[in-house]
């Protein structure tokens, strides 16, 4: 049975050498990584350099990017060198791309020229492109070939390349026509031509599209593999499903941080140090504080009224906070809805009308659950301040909430910064202004 990361870590930390060769030759290169985590960097190195190259190189591509920045600092050069080689064509590019000027000048020329230049051209690549996370390890055919010969091909290519379950056709110039599924190759005749066969919907993308269309055309066409193709229909790698994975994960993540309002987090929370998560948190957290002197300025307006009648500060935080959920409800269905590509900008008037409608009605419901104790608490005045006010800070909230994300949208700002803490410090200062306004409406007719 083949042993968890809690259980590698265990024999790392208290195992005999046999035990410890034993774990890093039968666990997953991913969890040997996590445990070799929790070790001091240059225990880890010395434990992980027991094992065969083929192996080290596995499982330094599972390491965390800050983890392996410090491996290269302390690995030497011919190890590391010998690492790199092993490592598939996009996880050297992305470890190049960590290193310091010094580092790459010191590794490149240990270096095979083969492996340098495809090191060199995957990271030239812009961050963010399909480029940036493709790799050249994949597997090519020419139309003319027939399967039997295909197949042989495959057979040999197949240690070298990050998939062969999907096999891209190229003619002479290495313009992509298709690709091939090495299912269909192995149950076609043997004389048929791989031209015959394959699929002339490659999906392919640009090398220079944003990395999470990539991501997405992944998932939306349920591919193992996507080809990136550049100006002239040439292939030029492909983006594999794991990488397109790790594309969609880390873009959840900083969304759950714009979210929070926690900005420009570009390590782990648990690598990170106090300083780099206390720049990451306070600029939001200072503009919210001054935000929320509207609601406070709302407060002192209307002192006489919240003074001739107490009972108001009995609602005022019950109000507020249902505008601010409300709100905040919103401002997540409809980030996420644009960021999914569920709607778009031009579908906000369709959206608002369904969402007041919406809105209307959560308000109804939590002004009727509201409006008795209204009355318990301050009498018929009192309720009836309460349950209308209630009517349309939710509405109001939830207006806001939806709204918010189309409008940075129309800016080109990251609708996700319509976050929970943006919308509620909004939506806390139009919430007291509405409350004690009708209030001070209200209780001050004979």
Known sequence: MQPDAYEIQNVLSTGTAEEIDTALATGHPADIADALQELDPGVAWKTLRRAPTPRQADVFGYLDPD?????????????????????????????????????????????????????????????????????????????????????????????????????????????????????????????????????????????????????????????????????????????????????LEAEATKDFHRVGTVTNLATSVGSASIRVLYRARITWLMLLVFGNIFSGAGIAHFEDTIAANLALMFFLPILIASGGNAGSQSAMLMVRALATGDIGLGDWGRVLGRELIVAILLGLSMALAIAGLGVLRGGPDIAIVVAISMILIVIVGSVIGMLLPFVLSTFNLDPATASAPLVTSIADATGVLIYLSIAASVLAMP
């Open 67 to 247: 983890f392996q920045t410090v491996w290269a600092t302390i690995t030497p050069r011919a190890a590391l060198a010998a690492i790199v080689m092993a490592m598939k064509a996009d996880n050297r590019a992305d470890l190049y791309k960590k290193l310091s000027d010094t580092q790459r000048e010191a590794l490149m020329p240990s270096l095979a020229q083969a492996e340098r230049e495809d090191i060199r051209r995957l990271a030239a690549y812009g961050e963010g492109t399909a480029g940036a996370i493709m790799t050249s390890a994949y597997a090519a055919l020419s139309p003319e070939l027939s399967v039997t010969r295909a197949l042989t091909v495959l057979r040999n290519e197949a240690p070298n390349k990050e998939t062969i379950t999907r096999a891209y056709v190229i003619d002479d110039n290495r313009e992509l026509l298709g690709s091939a599924r090495l299912q269909d190759l192995v149950t076609a005749p043997a004389n048929a031509k791989v031209a015959d066969i394959m699929d002339a919907n490659t999906h392919a993308i640009h090398v220079a599209d944003d990395v999470k269309d990539a991501a997405r055309r992944i998932a939306h066409y349920d591919v193992v593999a996507l080809p990136v193709i550049d100006d002239d229909q040439r292939l030029i790698g492909i983006i594999t499903h794991d990488d397109a994975l790790d594309v």
